[in-house]
């Protein structure tokens, strides 16, 4: 079981940036790929980005793709997730997630293990 904190969360105005840092503390974080869900109020958790244990395959929620950034550095036992562009409908408690697998996966079912959450407010 790895243990995951996130922070950078916050309030910003529209258009305006945060970058989202998860620690991980635990076994093999580097052979484990990594997650970022959110959730709304009212509405059920998303996928919003996903990285590959080594790095060098991500993916990303159409809503995200072009303004949000996923990373990691395995050397620090932490995954990040940089959004641009921030919209109002960006608003939502954000989560990262370990698999215990290597390769990436889209549904929450699939990750083991989660962080307790950082809300990021966007105003318009």
């Known amino acids: 079981q790895v243990q995951l904190v996130e922070s950078g969360g916050g309030f910003v105005q529209a258009g305006g940036s945060l970058r989202l840092s998860c620690a991980a503390s635990?076994?093999?974080?580097?052979?484990?790929?990594m997650g970022w869900f959110r959730q709304a109020p009212g509405k059920e958790r998303e996928f919003v980005s996903t990285i590959s244990a080594s790095g060098g395959i991500t993916k990303y929620a159409d809503s995200v793709k072009g303004r949000f950034i996923i990373s990691r550095d395995n050397a620090k036992n932490t995954a990040y997730l940089q959004m641009n562009g921030l919209k109002p409908e960006d608003t939502a408690v954000y989560y990262c997630?370990?698999?215990?697998?290597?390769?990436?996966?889209?549904?929450?079912?699939?990750?083991?293990?989660w962080g307790q959450g950082t809300q990021v407010t966007v105003s318009s």
């Open positions: 997630a370990a698999r215990v697998y290597a390769f990436t996966s889209l549904s929450p079912e699939d990750y083991n293990d």
């Open positions: 635990g076994p093999i974080f580097s052979r484990r790929a």
